[in-house]
């Protein structure tokens, strides 16, 4: 039974989808549920899962490395299999992901390679993209840079806006994100020098394309 610790920082829709999809997984399940931010409503969304719950407020460090530090010894005190960043808004120390290195996914909401950093509906929309979409991948000690593992687009269609394309997108992440968890509870995919294996065979650059 492989142990996930996720990782947020506000109203943790993904973390949900996680706990639901997990809820009857038998190789896997939600041992701990850590926050930046008191508020944060994932915490009790963890809560009502009857999961344990953290906060480490990264304003009570003065290094990022010190409030890394914190993260990892609660991470470990819970002997996290898998670590899930989702919707956790800080920028991790390449300690922090060298620790978890091969065991660390955060999901992005963006079709990377395109669009890494912040604002990605915003600039999908300039840019006058027919479709956009979500990346899950293990992370790496480049920001959004690591190997994908699953991607998930929708069309942009006329009419579309900011908002709206956070609504579409969501609904994907909703689905890919338990799916990749899944995967790596059942040891389907596996990282080898920054390429993913999904059965066995590799995954190109974009990971394996969900279609809905
Ligand atoms: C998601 O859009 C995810 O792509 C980004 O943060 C957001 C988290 O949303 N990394 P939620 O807290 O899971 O609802």
Known sequence: MKKIVVLISGSGSNLQAIIDATANDQHCRVVGVLSNRESAYGLERAKKAGIETAVVDHTHFDSRLAFDSALMEQIDAWQADLVVLAGFMRILTD???????????????????KYKGTNTHQRALEAGDTEHGCTVHFVSEELDGGAAIIQAA?????????DSLIQKVHQLEH?????AVSWFASERITLENNRVFLDGSPLGETGYLYRV
Do not use: C
Request: proline content about 9%; overall charge negative.
């Open 175 to 179: 689905q890919i994100y338990p799916l």
């Open 95 to 113: 300690e922090f992901v060298q620790h978890f290195s091969g065991r660390l996914l955060n999901i992005h909401p963006s079709l990377l390679p």
């Open 154 to 162: 929708t069309d942009i269609e006329q009419g579309d806006t900011v």
